[in-house]
């Protein structure tokens, strides 16, 4: 099976302080990996390093080129743009297999000429999710995706994903509820938290600069 992404050793540090340490996986296309563990412990902070978004303490992060797609709590959307302008634009950006798909996939037809400033919640979310698909990349990399859907996007959200991972790609998901995907795996990440002595105490370290935190 292809190994997608590879992670060894890896520490993470949020607010210059470290969250989690000595956590290694690997995702293989086809498989879904849920994060778990109580709030704090660096789920976000796990898939912001992951995404590039931030440097790791230490470790090893393997992923071809470019084949990383990372959906956070924001939804990246231009809220001047409508439906199709935003997702044409990331699908431009990314070169990826055009939007007719993702459009029809989250239910975005009927707002296809709707500004994105004028989305509820849980349609922006709708959104922020197709803007996955038009990538066109591999490895979805996934915090809460689920925030503001109601039931029926929750499972049309769990179909599109089963079907990525049925055409060879892959998630890492971090989400407190139940996806609705029984095949995906669990990882908590309560056993990596980091050691007492590293963990947030309020104090920052020496050379703490938070615009890198
Ligand atoms: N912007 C920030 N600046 C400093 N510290 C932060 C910041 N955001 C989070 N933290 C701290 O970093 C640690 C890890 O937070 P993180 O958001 O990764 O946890 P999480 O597991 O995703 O939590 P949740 O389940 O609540 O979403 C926590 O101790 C948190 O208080």
């Known amino acids: 099976m292809t190994t997608r992404l590879a992670v060894r050793d890896l520490a993470v540090a949020r607010g210059g302080l470290r969250a989690v340490e000595g956590l290694s996986f690997s995702l293989s296309a086809g498989q879904a990996l849920v994060l778990r563990g109580p709030n704090g412990i660096g789920k976000t902070t796990v898939l912001r390093t992951l995404a590039g978004l931030q440097p790791a303490v230490s470790g090893e992060v393997e992923a071809p080129a470019e084949s990383l797609a990372y959906a956070g709590h924001a939804d990246g959307l231009k809220s001047a743009l409508s439906v199709t302008e935003n997702l044409r634009f990331w699908s431009d950006v990314f070169g990826g297999p055009g939007i007719d798909a993702a459009l029809e996939r989250m239910n975005l037809r009927e707002l296809a000429l709707r500004p994105a400033h004028a989305l509820s919640a849980g349609q922006k ?72 002595a590293r963990r947030d105490s309020g104090m920052r370290p020496a050379g703490f600069n938070e615009a890198f935190a």
């Open 125 to 196: 979310r709708r959104l922020g999710l197709a803007r996955l698909m038009v990538t066109g990349r591999p490895v979805w990399l996934l915090d809460e995706p689920t925030v503001s859907l109601d039931t029926a996007s929750v499972a049309l959200f769990a179909s599109v994903l089963r079907d990525h991972l049925g055409q060879g790609g892959a998630a890492l998901i971090a989400t407190h509820i139940d996806l609705g995907l029984p095949e995906a795996e669990i990882l908590d990440l309560t056993p990596y938290r980091a050691g007492p």
